[in-house]
């Protein structure tokens, strides 16, 4: 669906239809899917919400959830990410998944993963991951990991070899911040600092292409051909980013210039774990996390085409994302001087912690936040 709605300076867009869903999810005979008003808000309402409830919840509404990607700038995105219990986002074009807390049955086709840092809902998924692609007989896997941990998590992989009595063939590739791999010919990598109670860090993934050198431009293609042959270097490699992923993070990120190309990728996929004022930034950063405030603070040092923000807390329901969301683009657009926002929006009406919603504006600038949108 495509809503464009004019900007009024004095009062915020109504993009999102509250009253009811944006987008039914057809429900499969069998199953029942939970709406707005799950049995969770009851069970706190008379206090009996516990911590199994809360993750029986959580695994019943993600099981039941027809889990649908996002188009950013060409590139499909698929995944989840839940703030302590789960990340793992995955783009089908690179083949590869970021992090991998619990393994969804999609990251098991994808050739590479990267690993941002060692805790649980970013990396419990692991050994199960590489299991798997032995079980389908798929190629051993790439995985990239911060070089600290390297050691580690070969120790873990031979635990679950020794209990599981299974290979598991991996290939573990330690990659400093800074240092470059080439995942094919027109395709590498590049791990880049991030600020984590954990040691951590993001990826860019450039695309690579070969470029004529200026000197040669004026030549004609006998004569270009007759210079190749004969040894010499005619061409210059030029890598674009692409997609760049944090993981988790304090806004710090953003200032550190040797982070720039993760700032200008088509596509940053950051986290946002906290959205509200009821949540200090301080608190934020001193769990090693971003608030949702720091990324408007610092959205002039931003010069992607699209954002993706993942990783919210899960104290926060769908209801409440999406007057958020709402909040956080008018906060966007008051820098800006747009005419007009255009929203695509999509939510699977399956309760707490579900679906995906993505806002997208156009302009000629081209210094601006483009999308603003969750994947959870």
């Known amino acids: 669906m495509q809503i464009s709605i004019p900007i009024s300076p004095l009062r915020p867009p109504q993009v999102f239809p509250f009253h009811q869903p944006v987008l039914h999810t057809p429900k499969p005979q069998g ?18 919400l516990s911590t199994i409830g809360v993750e029986e919840e959580y695994r019943r509404a993600r099981s039941q959830v027809n889990r649908k990607g996002v188009d950013l700038e060409g590139y499909s995105v698929e995944g989840i990410s839940v703030g ?22 999609r990251a098991i086709q994808q050739n590479f993963v990267f690993i941002t840092h060692a805790h649980l809902d970013h ?5 199960m991951y590489v299991a798997s692609r032995g079980l389908y007989s798929l190629s051993p896997p790439t995985v990239f990991l911060p070089a600290c941990i390297k050691e580690d998590v070969e120790k873990l992989l031979e635990i679950h070899r020794t209990m599981g009595q299974v290979e598991l063939d991996v290939d573990l590739v330690a990659l400093d911040v800074g240092e470059t791999y080439e995942m094919r010919n027109n395709l590498v990598c590049r791990a880049f600092e991030t600020q984590h109670v954990i040691p951590s ?69 950051t986290e946002a774990t906290f959205l509200d004022e009821a949540v200090s930034i301080e608190h934020a950063r001193q769990h ?24 919210f807390s899960s104290r926060y329901h769908i209801e409440v994302k999406l ?46 936040i483009l999308y603003a949108c969750l994947i959870d």
């Open 323 to 368: 007057i958020l969301m709402k909040f956080i683009l008018c906060c966007i657009l008051m820098n800006h001087d747009d005419k007009s926002l255009t929203c695509i929006s999509s939510l699977h009406d399956c309760g707490l912690r579900t679906g995906f919603i993505v806002c997208t504006r156009y302009q000629a600038c081209p210094r601006s």
């Open 288 to 311: 090693g996390h971003t608030h949702i405030f720091e990324i408007i603070e610092n959205a002039q040092w931003i010069r992607n085409k699209a954002i993706l923000l993942t990783h």
């Open 201 to 269: 860090q993001g990826y860019v993934i450039y695309s690579v292409r070969k470029k004529l050198k200026k000197q040669y431009m004026h030549l004609k293609g006998k004569q270009i051909e007759k210079l190749k042959k004969s040894g010499v270097e005619i061409t210059d490699t030029i890598l674009s980013p692409e997609v760049a992923f944090t993981g988790d993070t304090t806004s710090d990120f953003m200032l550190d210039p040797r982070n720039a190309d993760a700032l200008r990728a088509k596509v940053l996929i």
């Open 123 to 127: 990396i419990g998924g692991l050994p």
């Open 84 to 105: 302590g219990q789960e990340t793992c986002v995955i783009i089908p074009e690179f083949k590869c998944a970021f992090d991998i807390g619990r393994c969804p049955s």
């Open 31 to 48: 199953v029942a899917l939970h709406s707005h008003l799950n049995p969770v808000n009851s069970f706190r309402d008379s206090g009996l």
